[in-house]
C-alpha cells in the first residue's frame, strides 16, 4: 500500500500551486516528477565528486567512477540482466533504439528481408526502422491492430514469418496504455530466427520488468519517465548479440588502444559508451531505482491500476468522452487517452490548465496510430504513484468545466 500523501512530500515540485489552483501533475507518461532524494544525489555529485570517469586514479575520480558503475549495476538488477556488461547507459530510450539499427540492422539485414513493427508504435520506434529500411532494401510490415486497438498474439503471427529480421515492439503503449504480450511475440520470432527490440520506455517506471523473463534480445527505456533526470536511458541487450555488433559511435572512452590508421575497442558495455558520458544522470538513476525498490514496483503498478480504474468509471458518466483503447484497467498501465466531441484536445488542456491539471494532447508522437484510429489528436492523462484520487476528481471537473465552456 502506497502511503501517497507522505510521498508527496519527497516531490518539491508538486507543492505548488498553478493559476491559484493545487498542481495535479497529470502528465506523467511525457516525464515524470524527481523526488529529492534523486535531486540531492546529482547536486552531491555536482558539489563533491564532480570528476571524469574511467579516466582519472584521484579520489574525486575514483568516487565518480564508483557510483557511476554503482549505478549500472542497480539497473541490471533491476531489469533482471545477468550482467552489468548487458547494461549500456544512452541519452535515452531514442538513442537506445537507433543504436541497435544503426548496428544490429546495417550488418544483419538486407534487400528482402522484413522488419515487423505496430501501429502502435512511438516515432523512436518507427523511424530508425523507416531509415533502415530505406538504407538495406529490407521492408517495414505492420502488426495490425485489434477492435480495442491492442496488439495480439494472432495479430503478430500474421506477419512473423521465415523473411522476420527484426521485431521491434512497445511494452506498453504510450496512447493507449495497452500492454503487450511480449514474451508470446518474442517466441514467434525466435522460432524464425529474429531478434526483438522491446520499448520499455512506458513499462520500467510502472510495473516489473524481467528482460530475461520476457527473453527480450534489446529493451530500451528513459530514465527521465521513472524519477531520474532528463538525458539518461539504457540499453539492455543480450550479452551475446552485443559482443557480435560493431559500435555506432567513436571516440574517446570506447577506445582500447588506437594506432594510426585502425583501433581496437573496449569491451562490454563501454565500446558502446562514447565521449564523456551523462555522469550525474546515471548517479540519478541508480537513486531512482533505489527509490521505485523501496516503493515496490507491484505496488506502483496496483496503485495506478486503482486510479485508472477509477478514473475511466468517472469519465464514462461524461457525455460526449472517447476513450481509446481497452476499458478494463487491468489491460492497461496508468493512463488514459480521449476525446470530447466538439472541443480540440489542445483547448481541453487548456482549460484544464487554468484549474491546475497538466494533461497532454496532441498526436502524442504516434502519428500512424492517430490515422489508425481516425482523428488528428486526442488528450492524455497520464498517472504516477504520487498520484491520487483526489487529482482525478480535480481532472474530472475539469472536464466538466470544459463541457460548460464550451457549450457541449
Known amino acids: ?15 505548488q500551486e498553478v493559476n491559484e489552483k493545487p498542481l495535479a501533475y497529470l502528465d506523467n507518461a511525457a516525464t515524470s516528477q524527481k523526488p529529492k532524494q534523486v535531486l540531492d544525489a546529482v547536486m552531491k555529485y555536482y558539489e563533491w565528486d564532480n570528476a571524469n570517469v574511467h579516466r582519472g586514479v584521484h579520489t574525486l575520480a575514483a568516487r565518480a567512477t564508483d557510483a557511476y558503475e554503482g549505478s549500472r549495476e542497480k ?7 545477468r550482467a552489468t556488461a548487458e547494461v549500456i ?25 522484413e522488419i515487423v513493427i505496430s501501429y502502435l508504435e512511438h516515432h523512436s520506434n518507427l523511424i530508425p526502422w523507416q531509415q533502415l529500411a530505406k538504407r538495406t532494401g529490407a521492408k517495414l510490415v505492420y502488426i495490425d491492430l485489434d477492435a480495442d486497438a ?11 514469418n521465415t523473411k522476420t529480421k527484426i521485431v521491434a515492439i512497445a511494452h506498453v ?48 527505456f528513459s530514465g527521465h519517465k521513472m524519477m531520474a533526470p532528463t538525458g539518461i536511458g539504457v540499453l539492455y541487450g543480450k550479452q551475446e548479440v552485443l559482443d ?11 577506445i582500447d588502444f588506437v594506432e594510426l590508421y585502425d583501433s581496437t575497442w573496449k569491451p562490454l558495455p563501454w565500446k558502446f559508451e562514447a565521449g564523456t558520458p551523462n555522469i550525474a544522470g546515471a548517479i540519478g538513476l541508480g537513486v531512482a531505482v533505489d527509490y521505485l525498490e523501496s516503493l515496490g514496483l507491484d505496488a506502483v503498478h496496483a496503485h495506478e491500476q486503482v486510479l485508472t480504474a477509477y478514473a475511466l468509471e468517472e469519465m464514462q458518466k461524461l457525455d460526449g468522452i472517447t476513450i481509446y483503447g481497452p476499458l478494463d484497467a487491468a489491460k492497461r498501465c496508468g493512463l488514459i487517452t480521449f476525446n ?20 497532454r494532447a496532441g ?46
Request: proline share 4%.
Open 340 to 359: 470530447l466531441e466538439g472541443a480540440h484536445p489542445h483547448d481541453i488542456a487548456t482549460v484544464l490548465d487554468e484549474e491546475g491539471v497538466a494533461i
Open 1 to 15: 500500500m502506497i502511503d501517497t500523501p507522505k510521498l508527496q512530500a519527497d516531490f518539491p515540485i508538486l507543492k
Open 173 to 220: 503503449s504510450n496512447v493507449i496504455g495497452s500492454i503487450a504480450p511480449v514474451r508470446e511475440i518474442a517466441d514467434l520470432a525466435h522460432a524464425v530466427g529474429a531478434v526483438i527490440l522491446v520499448d520499455g520506455a512506458q513499462a520500467v517506471p510502472h510495473m516489473k520488468v524481467d528482460v530475461v523473463a520476457l527473453d527480450a534480445d534489446f529493451y530500451a
Open 363 to 408: 498526436h502524442h508522437c504516434a502519428q500512424p496510430l492517430m490515422k489508425w484510429l481516425d482523428v488528428s489528436s486526442t488528450a492524455r492523462v497520464s498517472f504516477y504513484v504520487y498520484n491520487t484520487k483526489q487529482e482525478v476528481d480535480q481532472f474530472i471537473e475539469g472536464l466538466k468545466l470544459t463541457k460548460e465552456y464550451f457549450g457541449l
Open 75 to 81: 539497473v541490471a538488477r533491476f531489469i533482471g540482466a
Open 244 to 254: 557480435a555488433m560493431a559500435p555506432s559511435e567513436f571516440g574517446g572512452e570506447m
Open 150 to 160: 491492442t496488439v495480439t498474439v494472432e495479430a503478430a503471427r500474421k506477419v512473423i
Open 89 to 113: 547507459f544512452t541519452r535515452g530510450t531514442t538513442t537506445a533504439i537507433n543504436i541497435v539499427a544503426n548496428s544490429y540492422g546495417t550488418a544483419n539485414l538486407e534487400p528482402g528481408d
